[in-house]
């Protein structure tokens, strides 16, 4: 046995050789933090170091749970990131769909081209262009809104507002950049089904719904786990740069608020007690939408 | 095979070459003009300590973009041979990364709250170890006990050493267009009904303006609560200086929220008054559009001077709530120096505190030298030709930022203001509060049984606040919201800064 595992390795140790970087990245970059969540059951003082800082149990999850406004950051964080998955992942389907359905080639690549732009912004950037677009004095939306002959609205100062901006720009960001892998599984769907769905006579609708969609179904389950994995990585920059007193009660999620305790407030035991509270909500997420999607289809992540 | 190794090795040497050349071009490159080289070689005393450099941690203020060639740090390297590197905050939570990144610029820019955060970890040094290499900094602490009083922690350590002397300039006031009052025969308004009525006629006159304007979002209550006799937070009760009280609390903060409400309601105050910066509130009050604002002193004359016509004048607090209409606790500095505990240049950052606390120290930091930032005119300093304002002092030559200097002296600023923007700098000490902002230190034990509890009461209260001031919540509720302010631990949050104040003032007889 053991000399097997070694001549399999002597066999594949240039392939071995080519995986160390990346074994390397993840270790160093991914796995050797982790050990920082010990800190999250210490009374981590920064100058007596991890190991010498006083253990104190639960103490900083029971803060946690006692915040009067614990319920509400959790909340925030659920719906901002349940809506915008709700939104962000079919719509680059849509989308790739409806460019491959595109004849005039040259259009469509102009489009395709220009929808991947915003992706490449960084999200300063965006959220500057957003406060400057809503500005209730001088955006060019109020402008609009005030030539039709209604009353301005202080998008940025109600919390109403604040997710339907942070998801809606989070689209026009991600959606053109995100057809690319869809775009890459249409181009892998048989000519020849296409042919036979038209000898059947099959119009352009049908051939989308009978042909197209199908065949694409993996990538679309591949990417439905991926990213409710991340339902919960939502962007620290945006909630932070559009949020303010007044959108609080909505712009408050956890990223936010651990930045205000923990670096801010300088409770770095605090703060990472409440990040890792959320990580395990996270995992719980991924973990059971893998099981479903193994259940119902074939396609699972593991 | 040879020959592309024989490649390689130039290429690798031309680089170097390159390399060198261009670091020593730079190195050499001519100083602009301007900066004319020091003239220490004569005057400078010739026992100069050994060289040194230090990095000090400061404010990155975009009035003032910090440059390497200020005058102020080249005096430094004159007068003690210490080379200063600046270090600038890059947001609020610069000074967090650095304390928790371990590597520490050797002197930091800290405020008390930042002092009672970083202090207890151990991220200070203790100075009053070290007051035998620092006897100007003993000297000063001993003239100014209220400076002292404020910096040494329960435990009598002194983690941060707060200036003094600038504090003058940090002080909001109220100020109006005169112009503009006079030619619709308007009266300067004694209390915030008669602010109110006013503010309804310039709208009347000027439909498309915002009379009241202010800039600071919701930290502006701090500048205007005390005209209802309050700080929205904590602090100290004005009647009664030996209790804490949470201003919020205060029936008075009915009256001032109330009333903002209405002048938001009413188009009084610009609707993005919330988000509103620096830049936004300067073209409200040069361009007709703002006439009656709270702001710094100095603000005054810097708006006057970009006014094309009319002019500003400083007017009294109206009164909200209370008898007398107060201004903030002006006249003192907040901003301190502290030294990181893990500093490897621990002589040179000592000596670095001492020179500016010493009188040289404090006369060349506020004025330059002579013959290059003044001369003497009849046995008077004045400034050259260079400097037309006040904040031109920091703009040009750094002086009074943030860590530049320990003890200012605040004539070098008043030499610049003109005489008939004098005025306010006299009148606004009459109307300042008993009583400042600032809270007393908690110990360590008291700070962890607190918790997170400062940061959710925040929270709360600005977010409620900003309802009612905006019309999402009806005034008729505020009776509920304050009961809430319980369920936020208000009382708990007082009670430890009661036994931290009482501890102080014990100490102090």
Redesign the interface.
């Known amino acids: 046995m053991k000399s097997t595992i070694l001549k399999r390795f002597k066999k594949d140790r240039n392939y071995l050789l080519l995986l160390a970087p990346v074994l390397l990245y993840y270790i160093l970059f991914k796995y050797v933090p982790m050990f920082g969540i010990v800190i999250s059951f210490k009374d981590y ?4 170091g991890v190991w010498e800082s006083e253990w104190v149990g639960l103490k900083y999850y029971e ?1 946690f749970l006692r ?3 614990a319920w509400n950051i959790i909340r925030n964080t659920l719906l901002l990131g349940l809506y915008r998955f709700l939104f962000l992942y079919p719509a680059p389907i849509i989308l790739a769909v409806l460019f491959y359905l595109m004849r005039w080639k040259k259009y469509r690549r102009f489009v395709q081209t220009v929808s991947y732009m915003p992706f490449f912004m960084s999200q300063v950037v965006i959220s500057s262009i957003l406060i400057m677009l809503l ?3 001088t955006g060019w939306i109020n402008q609009m809104i005030q030539w039709v002959g209604f009353e ?1 609205v ?1 998008f ?2 109600k919390a109403e507002w604040f997710r339907t901006i942070y998801i809606a720009s989070d689209v026009w960001q991600q959606v053109g950049f995100s057809t690319i892998i869809y775009l890459a599984a249409l181009a892998a769907v048989d000519p020849q089904l296409y042919e036979a769905a038209r000898m059947d006579g099959a119009g352009r609708w049908k051939q989308t719904l009978h042909v197209t969609l199908p065949g694409i179904v993996p990538a679309m389950v591949i990417v439905f786990i991926l990213q409710l994995g991340g339902i919960l990585e939502l962007s620290f920059d945006k909630a932070f740069l559009l949020g ?3 959108t ?2 909505t712009s ?1 999620i956890v990223s936010t608020y651990v ?3 923990g ?6 035991s ?1 703060a990472s007690a409440i990040d890792l509270s959320m990580a395990l909500i996270s995992l719980l997420l991924i973990y059971s939408a893998n099981r479903v999607s193994r259940k119902v289809g074939e396609t699972s992540l593991w | 095979m040879k020959r592309s190794k024989f490649s390689w090795a130039a290429v690798t040497l031309l680089t170097l070459v390159t390399v060198s050349c261009s670091k020593e071009a730079a190195e050499t490159t001519p100083k602009p003009a301007g900066s004319a080289e020091p003239a220490a070689t004569a005057s400078a005393p010739s026992d100069l300590p050994e060289a040194a450099t230090i990095k000090i941690y400061t404010e990155n203020n975009t009035g003032w973009p910090a440059k390497e060639d200020w005058g102020v740090w080249k005096w430094v390297k004159e007068e003690t041979n210490i080379t200063v590197e600046q270090v600038l905050a890059t947001g609020p939570e610069s000074l967090a990364l650095a304390v928790s990144s371990g590597s520490m610029p050797d002197i930091m820019s800290v405020f008390p709250e930042e002092v009672q955060k970083f202090g207890p970890q151990g991220a200070f040094l203790d100075l009053s170890q070290h007051m035998d290499k620092m006897p100007n900094v003993k000297k000063y602490l001993d003239s100014k006990p209220d400076v002292k009083e404020r910096v040494t922690t329960p435990t009598g350590e002194i983690l941060s050493i707060i200036n003094d002397g600038a504090g003058e300039g940090n002080q909001a006031v109220w100020f109006y267009r005169e112009d503009i009052f006079k030619k619709h025969n308007l009266q300067e308004p004694k209390t915030w009904d008669e602010l109110y009525e006013t503010a309804k006629k310039l709208k009347e006159i000027y439909p498309d303006s915002y009379p009241f304007a202010v800039r600071h979002g919701l930290n502006t209550l701090n500048y205007i609560g005390p005209s209802f006799g309050i700080y929205p937070e904590l602090h100290r009760n004005p009647e009664d200086p030996t209790q804490m009280k949470f201003g919020m609390q205060d029936p008075a903060a009915k009256e001032m929220v109330g009333m903002l409400n209405k002048f938001v309601d009413e188009g009084l105050m610009p609707p993005d008054w919330l988000t509103m910066d620096y830049k936004a509130w300067t073209q409200f009050m040069t361009t007709n559009k703002s006439f009656i604002t709270v702001q710094f002193i100095g603000q005054i004359e810097i708006m006057n001077n970009q006014l094309t016509e009319g002019n500003l004048k400083f007017m009294p607090p109206p009164l909200g709530a209370g008898t007398k209409g107060y201004l903030p606790k002006g006249g003192a500095e907040i901003y301190g120096l502290a030294v990181a505990s893990t500093t490897e240049n621990l002589d040179a950052s000592l000596r670095y505190l001492d020179y500016i606390f010493s009188e040289k120290g404090r006369d060349v930091q506020s004025w330059g030298k002579e013959g290059e930032t003044y001369t003497l005119v009849d046995g008077k300093r004045k400034f050259n030709e260079n400097y037309k304002e006040a904040s031109d002092l920091r703009v040009i030559s750094g002086i009074q930022t943030a860590g530049t200097y320990g003890w200012f002296d605040f004539d070098a600023w008043m030499a610049l203001v003109k005489e008939s923007e004098q005025p306010p700098y006299i009148e606004a000490p009459k109307y300042r509060m008993p009583v400042a902002g600032d809270l007393p230190m908690l110990t360590a034990e008291e700070g962890a049984t607190i918790g997170p509890a400062n940061d959710q009461i925040w929270k709360y209260w600005t977010t409620e606040t900003t309802k009612f001031i905006f019309g999402d919540r009806p005034m008729t509720e505020w009776e509920d919201f304050v009961k809430g302010l319980d369920k936020y631990e208000v009382e708990k949050i007082k009670a430890a800064y009661q036994t931290a104040l009482d501890r102080q003032i014990a100490n102090a007889k």
């Open positions: 003082n920064l100058f007596k803060w915040n009067p406004d500005s209730p004095s301005p202080y940025l100062q303010n007193v007044a609080i009660e408050d930045y205000r305790t670096i801010i407030g300088g409770s770095y605090y």
